[in-house]
């Protein structure tokens, strides 16, 4: 194995001559062209060590630059562009052409020269492993974009908010790509996305690893392209080995589980006398016009466990309901779902404080989108300027399903209930929905058949119908599953052992929203 310090030719030029060397040569060599490995491999606390080394003095403010832009091995791998350094070393030439020398010198070319039988002098050598399994690159570089959307990622704008610039950027992505393998694997579609992340960090998704919505749009769109193509060799193989067939069977599967079911707590202290007594005391203060939060709270702290294990055991929501009756009441669902995931801050605070941030841009998505948004908007026109902060919060919340596509008849009801649903739902008395927008309407929430409890205003129907997935450890029903999703992992911070990522349209949203 030879190893060369610097490149004197392209690696056009280089297959050129070794193409050339080997038809003349007797003994001839398959030969492969690989990058450094170790580059990679370098944090950014060696790659500042290393620079030092090779004679670049780095001020404190420049060490800090590479320390707040991530700038690693693999960043430099992946390649930084003019204005990255640039911006790394501002005010100095001189700094700047040391660092790109520097890069080079650290990108060296390893050759291996290996034995092989004597080939048909009309083929092609290859170059590279993955080339000749259609693979991608192990240094994938992401390749330019039309002009214009260039000149708008080199000034760090957000394009990602922008659907078209979005499907550009894949657009560009997948024609890259399609030239080493038009069935890439989930190693390679991360490999892509990453190096446009690492290349353009702006461009993270605000949730999760900061490349879902990426990952999965670029797998769409090799999908989308590949369907006209039935009748290739390539796409049939593929379809036998990866068909639908599987994606039913998993698919089925995933339906018939529900959502992850809180760890029961051990029942420590406490039996079927002690748990009555405890009962009998709820029940008392239940009875009273102003019952003493103390003795509340405590009575239902140590009933918990018991409380959680009989749920779990598939006691029915009716009878929860007569043994707990505080659980008839939104505080004493939020009370309890503090119990089952605790926090510094109670959820109402999370809840009332985390929703207040985004309904203008809740309202302003769902502007002209639905019917009930232009209720809303000739609603707000006839109310006073004070109470316009309520009219859209309540708005906000009624609205927001339409942002993920969901409907929100299904969830929140006027006048009429639907008594097959087992899902908790959220019914207004009144039977206007500019009504509901303006005033602070009398709603009930049922479940399962049962009124659950009752509120005043669509604020109290939701938060109360949202606690109830977890008091009765409930999976969310398909139609609000995005827009349940959002208030628990995004709003509320609330994570269940083996949940499964956010799908794509929340991430989406939450980009826009945030």
């Not at 020269?113 to 048909?120: A, E, F, I, R």
């Not at 000749?132 to 708008?152: C, E, K, M, N, Y």
């Not at 290739?232 to 018939?256: C, I, L, P």
Request: net charge neutral; glycine share 4%.
């Amino acid at each position: 194995m030879l190893i060369f310090e610097k490149r004197e030719f392209t690696h056009a030029q280089w297959l050129q001559q070794q193409q050339q060397q080997h038809f003349a040569s007797p003994n001839r060599h398959c030969c492969t062209w690989r990058e450094n490995p170790r580059t990679m491999e370098l944090s950014t606390e060696e790659l500042l060590q290393k620079l030092t080394e090779s004679g670049i003095i780095l001020t404190e403010e420049e060490t800090q630059r590479f320390r707040d832009n991530d700038v690693d091995g693999e960043t430099v791998q992946c390649g930084l562009t003019e204005h990255m350094v640039a911006f790394l070393f501002s005010g100095s030439f001189k700094k700047q052409l040391k660092f790109n020398t520097f890069v080079q010198e650290l990108k060296d070319v390893t050759l291996t020269l290996v034995p092989v039988p004597d080939v048909n002098t009309e083929q092609p050598l290859t170059t590279d492993r993955n080339e000749a399994s259609g693979r991608l690159p192990l240094g994938f570089v992401i390749p330019p974009f039309p002009r214009d959307l260039q000149t708008r990622l080199d000034k760090r704008e957000a394009c990602q908010k922008s659907s078209k610039d979005r499907h550009t950027i894949i657009r560009v992505l997948h024609e890259a790509v399609i030239e080493h393998t038009m069935y890439p694997n989930n190693a390679e579609y991360v490999q892509v996305v990453r190096a446009l992340i690492v290349k353009y960090p702006f461009l993270k998704d605000l949730e999760g690893n900061g490349y879902h919505t990426w990952h999965q749009s670029l797998k769409r769109k090799f999908k989308a392209e590949r369907a006209p193509l039935i009748h290739e060799d390539e796409v049939k193989r593929s379809k036998e080995k990866f068909g639908h067939k599987r994606a039913r069977e998993s698919t089925e599967a995933a339906r018939a589980c529900c959502r992850s079911v809180s760890r029961v707590p051990a029942v420590i202290g406490e039996d079927a006398s002690s748990i009555e007594r405890h009962v009998q005391v709820l029940h008392m203060q239940y009875e009273k016009m102003t019952p003493d939060a103390s003795v509340v709270n405590d009575r239902m702290q140590r009933t918990f466990a018991w409380r959680r294990k009989e749920i779990a055991d598939g006691m029915a929501v009716e009878d929860v309901l007569k043994k707990y009756p505080f659980l008839r009441t939104p505080t004493g669902l939020c009370d309890e779902v503090d119990r089952i995931h605790p926090s510094t801050v109670n959820l109402y605070r999370r809840w009332k404080e985390g929703f207040t941030g985004i309904v203008p841009k809740v309202v302003k998505l769902v502007q002209g989108k639905s019917p009930l948004a232009k209720m809303y908007t000739e609603a707000r026109e006839e109310m006073l300027t004070e109470d316009l902060p309520d009219v859209d919060l309540r708005a906000a919340l009624i609205l927001l399903p339409h942002i993920f596509k969901e409907k929100v008849d299904r969830f929140i009801t006027l006048g009429q209930y639907d008594a097959q649903s087992p899902y908790p739902t959220v019914q207004l008395v009144d039977t206007d929905w500019k009504m509901a927008f303006t005033r602070k309407v009398p709603v009930t929430v049922k479940v399962d058949g049962v009124d659950l409890c009752r509120g005043t205003g669509v604020e109290d129907g939701v938060i109360a119908a949202f606690c109830t997935y977890f008091v009765f450890d409930m999976a969310y029903p398909p139609y609000m599953k995005n827009t349940l999703s959002f208030l628990q992992r995004t709003l509320l911070n609330i994570t269940v052992v083996g949940e499964k990522p956010l799908p794509v349209t929340v991430t989406r949203m939450i980009n826009l929203l945030y």
